[in-house]
């Protein structure tokens, strides 16, 4: 299985990447021998001649971090400090405020804001720019380097200015910074219906996705209607435990396949039916995904719908459709290099268009919904191109309004409903509940009457 990590720079990894060039056979080593000549001129010329003194360590990890930069936005060199943050980060157990942010146009753009985190509280948005940290401008610092800043003692006040497009001037957000625990999976019962909320993919996430359902059987009495996966500001993470997780809801079939540069590269990867089969037993499931859904929750969307598992709702996800192989360096450096692309089962590729839901639902309870643009994979410098891109454009620019969803942001807080997407999924899945369903769950929730009483 291959992993799906963070970011980075360094002295020794240059090294190896150089020592690796020059001894790599190829047709064109001449060529190549004239570019790494022409690197070192470059080289000794900025440490003899640049207006300050320079650090050999920090030239060669601008050299690294420039080369990798000009292939994707997922590749990335990982010093020492890296890989320091990718553990405490992975762990889920850090100082910060608990946003996953990209670098876009030399901009700090948030992705995602993780749930119960000060960001997510705060109401910080994917697609907000970050521009000020303590008033000081940001714009033009490294990715890195930013959020550095934002990490920090647990306790300690961070201000944060932030941009909003449709909104007409920046605004000031000041946060407490807490130890990040993320809770990867919650579950919870409404009206019958088992709502599953993965925030993230790592190890727990698999295990955690089969106690939600068996706490959700236990709090049914065995007889759920059918369940919510909610996927929604969930930026990925490991491959295996996509697979993982939507084996668990699969009994049959492909869940997906990842192809390198050949064609014979190709690794398949189907539900393991023989071992446990569908844990939630065919019963009806909707699957919520928004611009924040990415990869590895991509990959479970994708193949539940194409399986004809679930009903994808919400909004067209983020598009991530490659895969990142951590490769050593050292005892502390790592190459983080995209080797693959996925595909879904039926061959798609959601790279730049994302997963498409069966049914576009708006969150009308969100009054920035409307004007605030959404970050995309398809947004990013220098992203993987889709051969076989889907053009959205027509669908999205599509302004005829639907008449299930005419609600204002105020009468949904009239009618108690503060998260109309994931109200609007636990209805569908009543709808769907076969009546034999409905009628045990009403049996098993019932309330005794009485004895001695008519």
Known sequence: MRKILIRGGGFVAAALVLSSLVAAPAASDADDYKELDQF?????????????????KALIKGAIDGMLSSLDP??????????????????????????????DEGAVKVVAASEDTPAYRAGIKPGDYIT????????????DASVDKMRGTPGTKIKLTIVR????????????REIIEIKLVKSEVKNGVGIININGFSKPTGPGVEKAIADINRQTGGHPLGYVIDLRNN???????AIEVSDIFLDHGEIVSQRGREKGDIERYFAESKVRGDLTHGLPIVVLVDAGSASAAEIVAAALQDQRRAIVMGERSFGKGS?????????????????????????RSVQEGGVEPDILVP???????????????????????????????VLESDTTPDPRF???????????????????AVKTIARLASPAVQVAMNSATATPKPKGKR
């Open 74 to 103: 997922h590749s990335s060199y990982m010093d020492a400090h890296d890989y320091k943050n990718m553990r405490s980060t992975t762990e889920g157990n850090y100082g910060g405020l608990g946003l996953t942010v990209q670098m």
């Open 363 to 393: 969150q009308l309870s969100d009054p920035d919904y409307k004007a605030r643009p959404r970050l995309r994979e398809a947004d990013l410098r220098r992203h993987l191109l889709n051969q076989a891109k889907v053009d959205n454009s």
């Open 40 to 56: 070192m001129a470059v080289f000794e010329r900025v440490k003899a001649d640049y207006v300050d003194k320079v650090d050999d």
């Open 235 to 241: 930026p990925g993470g490991l491959l295996d435990q």
């Open 132 to 143: 000020n940290l303590d008033g000081n401008l940001i714009y033009g610092d490294s990715l």
């Open 406 to 424: 005419t609600a204002t942001p105020e009468s949904l807080k009239k009618a108690g409903v503060d998260d109309f997407q994931l109200d609007y």
């Open 165 to 176: 497009p449709g909104r007409d001037k920046p605004f000031d957000v000041t946060l407490t």
């Open 323 to 347: 895969v990142q192989t951590l490769l050593p360096l050292s005892d502390d450096t790592a190459l983080r290099l995209t080797t693959a692309r996925y595909y879904t089962p039926s061959g």
